[in-house]
């Protein structure tokens, strides 16, 4: 790696160092930064020689087309290409890098084209640091492997067209910019970092999973991780520059409203002091959503925190909604009356006769959860200290198993207008259900929440956000099963596409008729079962016979298995009685199963019969 730069400011270009010609002859070099310099004088005339280059930087350096040509062709291994700041040239044109994967440009107004032909190249940093002039015209019609596209300047004419297979992109708006339109069928992240207003932004984009909306200023580098949840879902994490009030909720209901159907919301906010939604719209019907996530900040009221609540119930109708609350922030008795007035809130967009919910707790600093059934208990258990805690509240209908009844009849003629009638969901015949199948479907409700109490406890914190809003244990089950069996199955399946045989269509039919003949199983805990447990360390890449290991249950050793030696020597001292010696020697071979075994003995130390 050669890292060559002088300090000299970009006004004073005559004290810049200029780059001795013998660099260009380097073959062996892998990594170039040239920095605050000027290129080589021989550099247009001299062959350049930078055959295992794969890392090229320039950062502040006088170019020309040519020279930017000149020094890319002569890359053959580039991988990596940064391109910072530099100036004298009006188009930016790399061809023929086949190995070429990644790259950022810095470029300023006098820019005015981009293309690139690299047919491996999947990650495109672009910022426009002047954000001065119409963006540049961008050709990239050759990569078909750029899934990944940051961008910073006023805006992309249009993704479909120059990038036809983007699947994230990061973009970051100046201050200016007051209307943005996104259209692409292949983007599945879209991170926006912009002060446009919610009901300005216009996204078309059907496969979209994850929308994000910050106010953290950064670029994802090529090789970060995005967990892309499995629903889409939007996030809104802005604390520093955006405030919420009653106006932004409107907004946020209008752009819900939109092409996407959002299943999630996480909303990380600061909070103004709100006013109550205004009347001639306080009848637009909530938003369906799965689960709504709420971290509010810089609020010094319990009033304001639960008008935010009021808002956002107002703007979302979830199944579930976490509440991750700072403890610190208000006294206790309030934390207590917000957590009331939020289940409050949220039975009411319910029939509330048949709807209960129940409560998570876990801590921000631990991955320990509590299971709440009801409300009482729940608030015996917040914390007193000053922590951050996650409180989900999680609407289910009671009495599952009068979901099976039937609907009963109800006439068009009976009932008045504008009334629709009850569902058979909505439990009619719930009236005339005696004592006895009251108490048995109160009964099943309790153990089917117990049971599922029990599933979650052992997820993990991602699984748990996916499979938390199953309501019955049954619903959960089945979709464990269907996701991990169905995967495996389908994941061994997957390598023979090519060329099945009757064995891989033998083991498609077993697939589906596991399926179709476990429908309606379950799990059933029925206390804590003792557990036997075996460990080994069995080595099956030098010899299958050669281990050792230990069978136990609940922790008590109930057998070793006996570890293979070749040969064993054992010399005692210092017993008295042939017993003592004996168990020696029975310890010994319960320990190990030797081929020989050799007893060094002193005659002197018991009689010849012992």
Same mark, same amino acid.
């Given at each position: 790696m050669l890292v060559v730069g002088c300090l000299a400011h970009v006004s004073h270009p005559r004290q810049r160092y200029r780059v001795p010609n013998i660099l260009l002859t380097a073959t062996s070099l892998t990594s170039l930064t040239l920095s605050y310099c000027l290129l080589p004088l021989s550099l247009m005339v001299d062959v350049v020689k930078f055959k295992c280059l794969k890392l090229l930087c320039l950062e502040w350096i006088t170019l020309?087309?040519?020279?930017?040509?000149?020094?890319?062709?002569?890359?053959?291994?580039?991988?990596?290409?940064i391109v910072k700041s530099c100036y004298g040239f009006k188009r930016l044109c790399v061809y023929g890098l086949l190995n070429l994967q990644q790259v950022s440009f810095c470029f300023g107004p006098e820019v005015e084209r981009i293309e690139i032909d690299a047919p491996n190249l999947c990650y495109l940093c672009l910022n426009d640091f002047y954000e001065t002039g119409a963006p540049p015209s961008i050709n990239l019609a050759s990569c078909k492997k750029l899934t990944r596209v940051c961008y910073q300047?006023?805006?992309?004419?249009?993704?479909?067209?120059?990038?036809?297979?983007? /699947?994230?992109?990061?973009?970051?708006?100046?201050?200016?910019?007051?209307?943005?339109?996104?259209?692409?069928?292949? $983007?599945?992240?879209?991170?926006?970092?912009?002060?446009?207003?919610?009901?300005?932004?216009n996204v078309d984009a059907p496969n979209l999973l994850l929308f994000g909306f910050t106010d953290h200023l950064r670029f994802y580098s090529p090789k970060e991780t995005i967990?892309?949840?499995?629903?889409?879902?939007?996030?809104?994490?802005?604390?520093?520059?955006?405030?919420?009030?009653?106006?932004?909720?409107?907004?946020?209901?209008?752009? $819900?409203?939109?092409?996407?159907?959002?299943?999630?919301?996480?909303?990380?906010i600061c909070v103004d002091p709100i006013v109550s939604i205004k009347s001639e719209v306080i009848q637009w019907p909530p938003i369906e959503f799965d689960h709504v996530e709420l971290e509010a900040e810089w609020f010094e009221y319990k009033s304001m925190y639960e008008l935010v609540v009021d808002s956002l119930l107002w703007c979302c109708?979830? %199944?579930?909604?976490?509440?991750?609350?700072?403890?610190?922030?208000?006294?206790?008795?309030?934390?207590?009356?917000?957590?009331?007035?939020?289940?409050?809130?949220?039975?009411? %967009?319910?029939? %509330?006769?048949?709807?209960?919910?129940?409560?998570?707790?876990s801590s921000s600093s631990s991955k320990d959860k509590m299971n709440f059934s009801d409300l009482s208990t729940l608030l015996k258990a917040l914390?007193?200290?000053?922590?951050? %805690?996650?409180?989900?509240?999680i609407k289910y209908r009671s009495c599952s198993r009068s979901r099976?009844?039937?609907?009963?009849?109800?006439?068009?003629?009976?009932?008045?207008?504008?009334?629709?009638?009850?569902?058979?969901?909505?439990?009619?015949?719930?009236?005339? /259900?005696?004592?006895v199948e009251s108490c048995e479907c109160l009964k099943f409700e309790n153990d089917d929440f117990i049971r599922r109490g029990h599933i979650l406890n052992a997820m993990l914190d991602p699984l748990l956000d996916v499979y938390q809003n199953y309501p019955t244990t049954r619903e959960l089950w089945k979709a464990l099963e269907e996701q991990f069996f169905t995967e495996d199955a389908t994941r061994r399946l997957s390598r023979h596409t090519s060329s099945p045989g009757k064995e891989h269509w033998d083991v498609v039919n077993r697939v589906f008729r596991y399926l179709k003949k476990t429908m309606d199983y379950g799990l059933e805990y029925s206390g804590d079962p003792s557990v036997l447990e075996g460990y080994t360390d069995a080595s099956w890449i030098t010899d299958? /016979?050669?281990?050792?290991?230990?069978?136990?249950?609940?922790? /008590?050793?109930?057998?070793?298995?006996?570890?293979?030696?070749?040969?064993?020597?054992?010399?005692?001292?210092?017993?008295?009685?042939?017993?003592?010696?004996?168990?020696?020697a029975d310890s010994l071979l319960w320990c190990c199963r030797p081929q020989s075994l050799t007893l060094i003995i002193d005659f002197s130390l018991l009689d010849f019969e012992e």
């Open positions: 020309n087309e040519d020279a930017i040509k000149r020094l890319t062709t002569s890359c053959p291994l580039l991988e990596e290409l300047g006023k805006g992309l004419a249009d993704l479909s067209s120059n990038f036809p297979f983007l /699947e994230d992109l990061f973009l970051v708006l100046p201050d200016e910019c007051e209307r943005l339109n996104v259209s692409s069928h292949s $983007l599945r992240t879209f991170m926006l970092h912009s002060k446009c207003e919610l009901d300005k932004i967990l892309v949840p499995s629903k889409a879902c939007i996030e809104w994490d802005c604390t520093d520059d955006h405030s919420i009030n009653d106006h932004w909720f409107q907004k946020l209901r209008q752009f $819900l409203d939109k092409k996407i159907r959002f299943k999630e919301l996480k909303l990380h109708r979830p %199944q579930s909604l976490t509440l991750i609350i700072d403890f610190s922030l208000l006294k206790f008795e309030e934390w207590e009356s917000v957590v009331k007035h939020t289940h409050k809130k949220l039975l009411e %967009q319910e029939d %509330q006769a048949h709807t209960n919910i129940q409560f998570v707790m914390p007193r200290d000053e922590s951050k %805690q996650r409180i989900t509240f099976k009844r039937k609907p009963s009849k109800v006439s068009e003629s009976n009932r008045d207008d504008g009334i629709r009638p009850f569902r058979w969901w909505k439990f009619q015949a719930l009236a005339k /259900e005696t004592l299958q /016979e050669d281990y050792g290991g230990i069978v136990s249950i609940e922790s /008590e050793v109930i057998q070793w298995l006996p570890i293979e030696l070749d040969h064993i020597e054992l010399e005692a001292e210092w017993f008295k009685y042939k017993d003592m010696y004996k168990l020696v």
